[in-house]
């Protein structure tokens, strides 16, 4: 099995509520007598029950509204099979999400300064490991500090990550301030000619006004030596949250500059609907997805492999 | 960015001004709008479709509490059920951590919060319960999980097991179970790797390790911020591990929390804990009321239909006011000062705040002047129509008679209210050429009973004998408060 294929089988391991879902829905109308399929009319009870599926995978109400209208617009009054519904539901989802599959972009800008932020515990450390992982595999020269200096052990996390990637871990005491540790990172990398410098963070709960004030500062600083830094803003989103997501992304967005996001444990049974959400309101790039613990487990994002696994169409 | 449940059901019952009984179209409008707050606020959808169900049996008939909007009493019974679901009906009383060394095992996803809330949960039962307490990770996975458990017990002074790498993680907790035992521990909290619940290589993994220790607690730690997923991880987790309670991290964000009503729906096990910070002693007992307020997207439910009951009143207050100056006070009016006087505890109860009042209590009693009295003269208005107690100028001896009969009264009672009325109707056209408003917007106010009965003890004494005084002479209870007290009730306290 190909390297892709893989990781699209991990975030197919479990069979999709949607999937589960849509077949009920269909079953529900008495099948034709003697037609192979069941199938079921596109009427308004049958897009109410469709409607609830969506908002079952973490679409949100609004959102999974004006998805089932879409849907509606083509396919009212047909009688369709479950295969035709979850590939309508697919085309739809993949549709509004095409715009934002960009991978993260390389600039010529030496060093590159990536910044990695998000909610506690959403995957940030592990995210950047995997990164400088596939950074080194592309010759570049990667270096990571490890600007968590909050946390037990957030450090000697980041410096199993970096010794496992081949990256250097420029790491300061704790509870040193991280604005400190990363100014000295970045003028650091600068003077070593590093292509990429990724900045781990602590943390943060998005309505901490003061640690989101901590991580404007950590921009500020960047910017007394490279005004154009940081030149990407990852955020990590946990794909078993649910709509704090949407004010998750609003926060940090308004704090750090949000350039791109990155969803981590699509490998477990949520399948990350509220990314659809975010694609609908805020129009983020979606740069790659966590599906497992082990360093290659980062796939690109691909928005037909996630619309066919969050509709559960295996391929 | 979202609307809160009373803000929609708002929306939805300002069409509906009748009161009464909720009928059945108004309930289902409601729980529509309810059913979408709760997933909103990330309720998982079976559990909010089975809550919706419970809800609908309880709203339908019944009766809506004068001065609530049906909105607002549809809001009520949705948070009553809420609080109810997520308490449940039984105490689910302290750990069972008897019987040392009690072995506590914490399992979730990953990144859920499981070794910050074993270090929380360590540092609580010792400063709380003076308990001799071992904590021991078994996360072989996470890089410097072990480290990070290791770091904590430093910080709370609770001692962590000695970390021998290559063990795995039955073989840990065996050692762990052995040295709590040596060591004369009362718990010992094994702390473990994050996994999925559909692993199941390492659900089997977490499943020998109870078999190994048999944990007299299973806690399965959930992100407060978790969404529909709430019930896959719930289920799996109680199925494959069994579970005797949950704690819910992250409490501290902005979320919702209605992963709270999936994890109490689904597994049937007590909410033991919230977590509420990064640092040690960020953890607390679990509150049905405040996590149902937060569900609705409320601050306090309670609070909202007491300030609904506020606004209602102060309405009436201010339509009041508006009669009493137009020199108006007919028999609507005098019910509702009787009313009050019976909530803010009859005459009795009045009296009682009054030092130096006591003895005067028989002298009253001999009057007629008690409680009872309110209640009969109340029995005779509501016997009167509508058009008799707008206006009752209107009473002849004919429906003299009826409202009497009505009441089970004599007639001679009826005379001395319909009197007490006219006088404090008098009253009441003076007050209402003399005074300003603001005097009799604060007489109104308190005769609606705003910032309750004057506390006596802070009562100007002078005040105190002046009321006393107005009593003797049956002048009234100016005393309560200065013009406080409405003058209008004086005429009750005239004597025969
Ligand atoms: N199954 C799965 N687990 C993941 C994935 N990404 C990260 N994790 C796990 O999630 C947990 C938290 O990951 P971290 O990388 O430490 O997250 P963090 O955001 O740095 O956490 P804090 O620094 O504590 O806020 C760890 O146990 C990781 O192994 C993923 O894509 N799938
Ligand atoms: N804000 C907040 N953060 C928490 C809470 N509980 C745990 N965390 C953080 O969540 C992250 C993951 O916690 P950890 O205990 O390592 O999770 P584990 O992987 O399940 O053991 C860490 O950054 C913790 O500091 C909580 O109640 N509130
Ligand atoms: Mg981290
Ligand atoms: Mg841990």
Redesign the pocket.
Known sequence: MSFFGKLRDRLLRSSSRLDEGIGAIVDEAAPDPGAAQSRRLVDDAMLEELEDLLIASDMGVETAARVTANIAEGCLGRRLSGREVKEALATEIARIMAGVARPLPLYPQKPQVVLVVG???SGKTTTIGKLASQFRAAGKTVVIAACDT??AA?VEQLQVWGTRAGVPVLTAAEGTDPASLAYDALARAQREGADLLMIDT????QN?ADLMEELAKIVRVLRKIDPTAPHNTLLVLDATTGQNALAQVEIFRKVADVSGLVMTKLDGTARGGVLVALADRFGLPIHAIGVGEQIDDLAPFDPDDFARALVGLEN | MFESLSQRLGGVFDRLTKQGALTEADVQTALREVRTALLEADVSLPVARDFIKAVGRKAAGQAVTRSVTPGQQVVKIVHDELIRVLGGDDDAGALKIDNPPAPILMV???????????A?LARRLKEREGKRVLMASL?TS?PA?ME?LAILGQQIGVDTLPIMKGEDPVAIARRARTQAAMGGYDVYLL?T??RLHIDQDLIAQAAAVRDAVNPRETLL?VD?LTGQDAVNVATEFDDKIGVTGVVL?????DGRGGAALSMRAITGKPIRF?????KTD??EGFDPARIAGRILGMGDIVALVEKAQEVFEAEQAERMMRRFQKGLFNMNDLKMQLEQMMKMGGVEGLMGMLPGVGKMKTQMAEAGLDDSMLRRQVALINSMTRQERANPALLQASRKRRIAAGAGLEVQELNRLLKQHRQMADVMKKMGRQTKGGAMRAAVQQMMGKGGMPDPAQMDPAALQAAANALKSGGGLPGLGGAALPQGLSGLLRKK
């Open positions: 909610v506690n515990g909050f946390r957030a602590a943390g943060r709960l901490r | 979730g996803l990953q990144g859920s919060g499981k070794t910050t809330t074993t929380k996360d996470r999980a990070q702390d790797a994050g730690v407060g991290t992250r409490m501290d964000g919230v977590g509420l910070g990064e960020a953890l």
